[in-house]
């Protein structure tokens, strides 16, 4: 059973840094391609960034050198350290993982999901 747990989340003003993680087990974070997903008020849920089974990442253009995605090999954590963060930024996070999306940053390639943390950048 894939279980995933999102933390880290929080307010910020903008040009702050924030550092979101996911706890997920052995097998997932060893075996599956992660990612971190995103969704606005009334947008749709968008990919941010994804690290497959071998380290290979994947970012979103709107976040290329201000988000980073990362893993703990100690921990079984997937992180996304995410600085310079602007008030577009504001949604909830989602962590996600499968064991090979087609599309790394498509939500409907993702069958298992987190429960979500909220961030929220002010101006």
């Known amino acids: 059973q894939v279980h995933l747990v999102e933390s880290g989340g929080g307010s910020v003003q903008a040009g702050g840094s924030l550092t979101l993680s996911c706890a997920a087990g052995m097998h997932v974070y060893n075996n599956y391609c992660m990612a971190w997903f995103r969704q606005g008020p009334g947008k749709e849920r968008e990919g941010v960034a994804a690290i497959d089974s071998d380290g290979v990442t994947n970012y979103a253009e709107s976040v290329k050198g201000r988000f980073a995605i990362s893993k703990d090999n100690a921990n079984y954590t997937l992180y996304l350290q995410m600085n310079s963060l602007k008030p577009e930024d504001t949604a909830m996070y989602y962590c996600?993982?499968?064991?090979?999306?087609?599309?790394?940053?498509?939500?409907?390639?993702?069958?298992?999901w987190g429960q979500g943390t909220q961030v929220t950048v002010s101006s």
């Open positions: 996600a993982a499968d064991p090979q999306p087609y599309d790394t940053l498509t939500s409907r390639h993702f069958g298992y």
